[in-house]
Every structure is written in structure tokens, then in C-alpha cells.
């Protein structure tokens, strides 16, 4: 019985390990069916699951044509725009501010009436020195009479010669406390009108500081901020490099015009002139400053704002350019693509002007009305062919659409 047992032990075992033996070959070694309906292309696909370019085809381009003309020259800077004239308006003498006439952002003009303090106590100090100066007075003109009728009585030798000095030294006197009285009246008027603050100068108001029924002591309360708003200045930096350009264009006749942009570049907010340069240059950011003038008649420029400068200092004549969308970089430096005769491109490596915006300068190795490629390059070489889908006269910035074969067209700038 214990015989059979292990008997039928063993066989079960055979059994198994063949069952997962061939299970194992069935899973590693059967080869998968393929199935031969699907089709399959691996010419036109890249080991990394991209489609390559077949070289032989044309490439899609967008292309210009160089042009020569006059090619001015900016140079570009970042400016403060700065008041002419900027007040902090201050009581100048000590009271309740009874009133205040003006409005927060208003636009006065020199002399406007801002404020009025309690004038009373000084109308009062006011009728004090003018009661002390008729006194004063009155007593200077009896000093006088006694002084003439002491000349007399001298004349008759009936007084002493030292009581008309004495006499005549108190007329002199009464003449300097009349004298002093005149100038406390003067000056006691003059306080009074300081109860009436009022616009130092022509500009803008700022936000009010102090309400109306506050005590304010003189020179030391503040009312309110005045600026110039126009004329206004701006105040920038350039590198040091272009002093001997910014000097001698200075020293012609025609003024510097200078243009103020928003700090995207974009929008043209006022047109000035140049009218001071520093006298020295920043020694720790390698720049010296320069200040224009703008009328800012419509008030777009206000007092610390941030802009962007363009100041013309000379023009290029016969310049041949394109625009910056059309170069490439390589070690040799600066290239494009030109189009040849035969629809194919040649590769140029040329030599870099002056930049403005989206413009560019090429000292040589391009002639006016040659065709370069600006969208498209990604896929060229030396030779390679091309189709043209866009093409623009003028050497501009282009705006692409999707590059479709058989979708050419000329755009006029």
C-alpha cells in the first residue's frame, strides 16, 4: 500500500514538470504570427518616429528682396521721465487751514490760490506795528520841532551848543524806530498774505496731504506735490562708446531729435530734442547720461515713468538691407540663404551693419534686389531646392502663414 502511493507520487510529478516545460516553450520560443495585411513603409521614417526630408524634394520657403535706400540710425537707450521744476508745496506761516480750493490731479497755473489759513491773528499783529509806527512817528516829528527851535536858540547864544548835538542825536534816533516800525509793517503784511497759499509755479498737482480744519506750522506741513507736467524731461544713459557719435552730431546746427516709446517699444508717446549731455562718464556702469526736452502737450509722459529712448544721430546712404529674420549664425559668424536663377539657394556668410528694429545692414556679399530666404531655413544647405510660397518686395519682417505647397503669393509691405 505505502508503494503504491509513492508510485503514483512520482508520476504525478513527471506530469507537471512536463506541463510547465511546455508551457515555458510556448511562451519564449513560438514565434508570433504576423499578419501579413497590414502594410508597412520604413523609408520615410526616422529611428526616432519623425519623418525625415527626402532631399530631393523642393523645400517650402517665404522669401524678400534686399533693397537699397537710407538706412537711419538710432541708437536706444532706457529713460526716467524727470519734471523740469517739481515743488513741495509748505505753509509758510503757522495756522488753521480755513480752506482749501483746489482739486487732487488739477492743473494750475503760477499764482492759482491753493489753500487759505486763518488770516485773523495775523491782521492782528498787523494793526499792532501799525499803532507802534504812528507812534513813532508822532514822537519823530516833536524831536524834529525841538531840534529846529534849539537852532534857533542857539543862533541867540541863549543855549548851549551840546543840548542841540543832543537834540539832533535823538532826531536821528526816532528816525531809525520809524525806520524799524516800517519794515515790521512791511513784514507783517507780507505774512498776512502768506495765509493765501497759491501755486508756485504752472504744473500738476498731486494727491492732498492735509485736510481742511488742520493746525500747520510753517515750512514744515505739507500740502500737496506740484510738477511741471509740460514741458517735461527725460533723463537716460547711453555706453561711452557712442560719445565721439553723440559730440559731433551735438556740434551741427540741427538739434538731436529724440523719440519716447512705452516700455514695450511699441507705441510713440512724445517727440523732443536733446538739449544736455553730462560732463562725465559713470565710471562703475561705463555710461554717461543725457537729458531731452518734450512738450508733452498731451501729457503722455508723467513724472517717473519708465520708457524707451530713440535718439537719431545719423543716416546711411545707398545702404543695402533686409530684415533680421533672415540670418543664421554659424563659427564663421553671420549667413543667409540667397535664391539663385534656378530655384536653388546659396549659402553667403556676410558681414553685419547697423541693426535698427527688425532690420539689418549687409556690408558685403549682397547686392540690392537679390532674393533671401526669411522662413524656411531649418531644412536648407548649399544647393538645396525650393519652392517659393510667399514673396515680399521690400526687405520686412514677414508674416508667415502655413507653408503649403501651391499656396505662393506676393505680399505687398
Known sequence: MVYSKRRWFFVSSILSLVTCMGAYYWAFYVPPKIDTNVPTNHANTHKHGKHKHDDNAPVAVSVETSRQSSFPVYLNALGTVTPLRSVVVRPRVSGEIVSITFSEGQYVKEGDVLAQIDPQPLQIQLQQVQGQLVRDEALLENAKIDYIRYQTLLAQDSIAAQQATTQAAQVKQYQGIVEM?????????????????????????????????????ANETTLVMLTQSHPISVVFTLPE???????????????????????AGKIKLAEGKLVAIDNQIDTST??????????????????????????YVNTLDDAVQISTAALEYDEKGAFIYVVTHDDTVQLRHVTLGEIQDDKVIILD?????????????????????????????????????????????????
Do not use: C, W
Open 286 to 311: 561705463g555710461t554717461f547720461k543725457l537729458k531731452a526736452h518734450f512738450d508733452n502737450t498731451e501729457e503722455n509722459l508723467f513724472t517717473n515713468q519708465f520708457v524707451n529712448i530713440k535718439m
Open 365 to 413: 556679399n549682397l547686392a540690392a534686389n537679390e532674393m533671401v530666404v526669411v522662413e524656411g531655413r531649418e531644412l536648407l544647405h548649399e544647393g538645396s531646392k525650393i519652392t517659393i510660397i510667399q514673396k515680399r518686395g521690400d526687405a520686412t519682417v514677414p508674416i508667415l502663414n502655413d507653408l503649403t505647397r501651391g499656396n505662393e503669393k506676393t505680399v505687398t509691405p
Open 241 to 263: 562708446d557712442h560719445v565721439p557719435a553723440v559730440m559731433q552730431h551735438q556740434k551741427s546746427a540741427t538739434p538731436i531729435a529724440v523719440y519716447a516709446y512705452d516700455r
Open 181 to 217: 516800525d516800517h519794515a515790521q509793517v512791511n513784514n507783517a503784511k507780507l505774512q498776512l498774505s502768506y495765509a493765501k497759499i497759491t501755486a508756485p509755479i504752472s504744473g500738476r498737482l498731486g494727491l492732498r496731504q492735509i485736510d481742511q480744519g488742520n493746525l500747520v506750522q
